[in-house]
């Protein structure tokens, strides 16, 4: 069973920074697409950033040169660092998994992040 544990998230100050971290069991990071989505109230759950398995990072252009996903293999775990951040980051955050399918099957609970003005 696949299991994605978020933790990480709360409040910051516009301009601040925070690290999100996932870890993840049932499944190998360094085999799997790994990414981040997030929900604001009201709005549609988006696509923040993507790891693929070969390591090439997809950022989307909203937080590109403020937001980093990466991955620790050995510890199996990916992150998100959040910096530069603004109130319109506020969200809640979730890490995401790619199965054999190719498609997100595996979610984390979630994790609250509000920036402040």
């Known amino acids: 069973q696949v299991q994605l544990v978020e933790s990480g998230g709360g409040l910051v100050q516009a301009g601040g920074s925070l690290k999100l971290s996932c870890a993840v069991s049932g499944r190998t990071v360094r085999t799997s697409i790994m990414a981040w989505f997030r929900q604001a109230p009201g709005k549609e759950r988006e696509l923040v950033a993507r790891i693929n398995w070969n390591g090439v990072t997809y950022h989307r252009d909203s937080v590109k040169g403020r937001f980093f996903i990466s991955r620790d293999n050995a510890k199996n775990m990916v992150y998100l660092e959040m910096n530069s951040m603004k109130p319109e980051d506020t969200a809640t955050y979730y890490c995401?998994?790619?199965?054999?399918?190719?498609?997100?099957?595996?979610w984390g609970q979630g994790t609250q992040v509000t920036v402040t003005s």
């Open positions: 995401a998994s790619t199965g054999i399918g190719g498609s997100y099957d595996a």
